[in-house]
């Protein structure tokens, strides 16, 4: 049974489609944790200017820097990576699927109370409105590579598989979460994009919750971005935790008899007992600080989706998938079938 999408490729495919593929699986779960970060410091900074607002007044110059609420984080990241695997994100499994349909939930509806108190829609059926066509098409790739990365989660399907439990078969089972995810997924990303071109037009934010003028009822902006801070904690794990088990099963097979990676200390500090790997330790941090340091000098949101959608978008979800059925499949190229 193949655990992992890498080990897949690696088994269907063999030993250079595996590398290639290693390598933008690599990237891709790293910028997921980069973007992450980003996006969370932006919900945090929006809870800060909310505040503000609604202390100081709406004049007042409540403007935040995001390295902070980046650093702030990741120390929460580096804590919560020491989680031994996968296995063990059940609970964040559950947190965040919850969080994200309550910010939604908040999102549209404040983006169909901004559109009646408008008293008109905003934007238009051709989008936004540009100088020029080369603008125009550059803004279309754009959007079409965050569309791309709201649907990359086949690279942690296999991983999310092997822990379901059978009977019925473990395929069976992906398959039908699998359908009602996107469905549910695409529902939801089309009525929040909707709602909120609609309430802003051209000056729709990235994050949707954050254009809300910070002002009333600011409390509700606050609890929204909240929800969006502690989905996505648990959303970094749960794609984290599969780069950690591909770095760390590759190194435990490299080093049998390493010390540094099989050795297991028990830490007991104002909490109960918990046991502790080296190599986890060092490694997770490591990584949580790498992904940490990339979004203080890359804080572009937008952009930086985009860019990430584009690359791995086309190998990842349609190329090694299709290839991987027809070898299984036996279906001879240009055959016909």
Not at 35 to 42: A, E, M, Q
Not at 122 to 149: C, H, M, R
Not at 185 to 206: Q, R
Not at 227 to 241: A, D, K, T
């Amino acid at each position: 049974m193949n655990r992992s999408y890498l080990q897949a490729v690696h088994t269907i495919l063999g030993y250079k489609n595996g590398v290639v593929c290693g390598c933008l699986v690599y990237f891709s779960l790293f910028k997921t944790g980069v973007v992450y970060t980003i996006t969370s410091s932006i919900s945090m900074r929006a809870i800060r200017r909310s505040n503000c607002y609604h202390e100081e007044g709406h004049d007042a110059a409540c403007e935040f820097k995001d390295k902070y609420y980046m650093l702030m984080f990741g120390m929460i990241q580096i804590l919560a990576s020491q989680i031994p695997n996968i296995f063990h994100t059940k609970w964040l499994s559950i947190i965040a699927p919850i969080m994200s349909f309550t910010y939604s939930f908040i999102g549209m509806g404040l983006g169909l109370a901004q559109v009646i108190g408008n008293g008109k829609i905003e934007g238009s059926i051709y989008g936004i409105s540009t100088t020029n066509p080369t603008k125009k098409v550059w803004l279309v790739a754009q959007a079409i590579g965050d569309v791309a990365f709201s649907f990359n989660f086949s690279l942690i399907l296999l991983e999310i598989q092997s822990t379901l439990k059978s009977p019925p078969s473990q395929k069976v089972t992906m398959k039908k979460a699998s359908t009602i995810a996107i469905f549910t997924t695409t529902i939801f990303y089309l009525c929040c994009g909707s709602f909120g071109y609609a309430a802003f037009g051209d000056l729709t934010p990235g994050n949707l919750l954050t254009g809300f003028g910070f002002y009333e009822p600011y409390w509700l902006v606050d609890f929204s971005n909240a929800c969006i801070v502690l989905h996505l904690v648990g959303g970094y794990q749960v794609y984290s935790q599969a780069l950690f088990a591909i770095v760390e099963r590759w190194y435990a097979e490299k080093f049998p008899e390493s010390a540094f990676a099989n050795d297991i200390r028990s830490v007991k500090v104002l909490l109960p007992e918990f046991r502790l790997n080296p190599l986890r330790l060092c490694f997770r941090t490591a990584y949580v600080v790498l992904t940490m340091v990339v979004g203080m000098l890359f804080p572009y949101f937008n952009e930086l989706l985009a860019f990430a959608g584009s690359v791995i978008f086309w190998p990842l979800t349609i190329y090694f998938p299709v290839e991987m059925y027809f070898v299984q499949k036996k279906v001879v190229p240009w055959s016909g079938k």
